[in-house]
């Protein structure tokens, strides 16, 4: 073990590029999510996201998806003073998906979007830090508006806010650089099940009317789906040594515990939303393949469930060609992700 000489690799990549002569490419990032505190994924996604030069987050858009919107809002504050970067802003959306109003299937089976309690005490409790008096979806109409063609819309949530946003202001979606989504799953490629329905995937379950909107917007889309979620193995030895070196964020996760609590030694994790944002911060970690993809809002048994094809099919007029994630590098990609995330702090 090498921790010791361990360099933060970020700011590695960063100055080779500048020593070579390369522009590195900085996005400049809204980052969506239905936020709960680590082990949650997207605890783990937005610390990769932080500790990531070639990312530039511009503000954090909190839904509810996994948590109720109070509960995700109230931990991402409280992350984000933990991991010293107060000066992110963080903006309050919607607290109910579009349509999708909550069954007892819905209240019993993963997530808890549907929830009106009031959110407890994240790590260290409530943050001194407070959410912006703007709303997600004015942040993100106007942050677009102000810089056309620059801005990336990176969200591991439900899609209501950004469905919101281009509702809200006809013409936005020509101005949004590019959408990374995670989202979906499916079936026309390897590992293509759903995870809340035999078809659906949760982020797309939750409001399948706004992924809907969003993946017809004609902004270009990278999907992250299930399938490629489904090429990770995150189990007890990677997780030792992401909180081998303490940091104020490594003891949140280790304190956090792992996900498999209870499970047999053996036991594997997929990750998700830090796939997504892995593959902004380095397209090259994962395989794709271009396909249109649309989802299915019709109340039903395939309620949330995308379908992907090489062409449109009946039905799907009007669906979008995008680039949709496959397959990982997974060694490499969980590499990247301890040296960041378990490294110094930026
Ligand atoms: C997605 O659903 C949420 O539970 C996770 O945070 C991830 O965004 C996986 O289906
Ligand atoms: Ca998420």
Not at 24 to 40: L, M, N, W, Y
Not at 109 to 118: A, C
């Amino acid at each position: 073990m090498t921790r010791h000489l361990r360099t933060p690799a970020a700011a590695v990549v960063l100055a080779l590029l500048v020593a070579g002569g390369a522009r590195a490419e900085r996005h400049q990032v809204i980052f969506d999510t239905d936020f709960g505190t680590c082990p949650q994924d997207d605890c783990y996604a937005l610390m990769l996201a932080l500790q990531s030069p070639e990312l530039e987050i511009l503000g954090i858009t909190t839904v509810a998806g996994n948590w109720s919107l109070e509960q995700g809002t109230a931990d991402v504050l409280r992350l984000l003073e933990i991991a010293g970067r107060e000066e992110i802003p963080v903006y309050a959306g919607a607290d109910m998906p579009l349509m999708h109003e909550p069954s007892e299937y819905a209240r019993t089976t993963y997530g808890s979007w549907w929830s009106d309690q009031p959110p407890t005490a994240p790590p260290g409790g409530f943050a001194q830090k407070k959410v912006e008096p703007l709303g997600a979806v004015e942040y993100i109409v106007d942050t677009i508006e102000s810089r056309p063609g620059e801005v990336t819309i990176l969200a591991i949530g439900p899609l209501t806010n950004v469905a919101m946003a281009l509702r809200h202001r006809p013409g936005l979606a020509g101005r949004v650089k590019r959408l990374v989504i995670m989202g979906g799953a499916v079936a026309t490629l390897p590992d293509g099940a759903g995870n809340i329905t035999p078809g659906a995937e949760f982020n797309f379950w939750v409001d399948p009317e706004a992924a809907k909107i969003v993946l017809r917007s004609g902004i270009p889309i990278d999907l992250s789906p299930l399938n490629v979620s489904r090429k990770s193995s995150f189990t007890a030895e990677w997780f030792d040594e992401l909180v081998a070196n303490p940091t104020p964020v490594t003891e949140l996760i280790r304190d956090g515990g792992r996900l498999w609590e209870g499970a047999p030694p053996d036991a594997v994790v997929h990750m998700y939303d830090q796939i997504a944002v892995a593959s902004l911060i380095d397209p090259t970690l994962v395989t794709t393949t271009e396909l249109y993809v649309d989802v299915d809002s019709n109340p039903g048994i395939s309620y949330g469930t995308s379908l992907g094809g090489p062409r449109l099919w009946p039905g799907a007029e009007g669906a979008q060609k995008m680039t949709v994630q496959y397959d990982l590098d997974w060694e490499r990609f969980i590499r990247m992700f301890i040296e960041r995330v378990g490294g110094p702090l930026r």
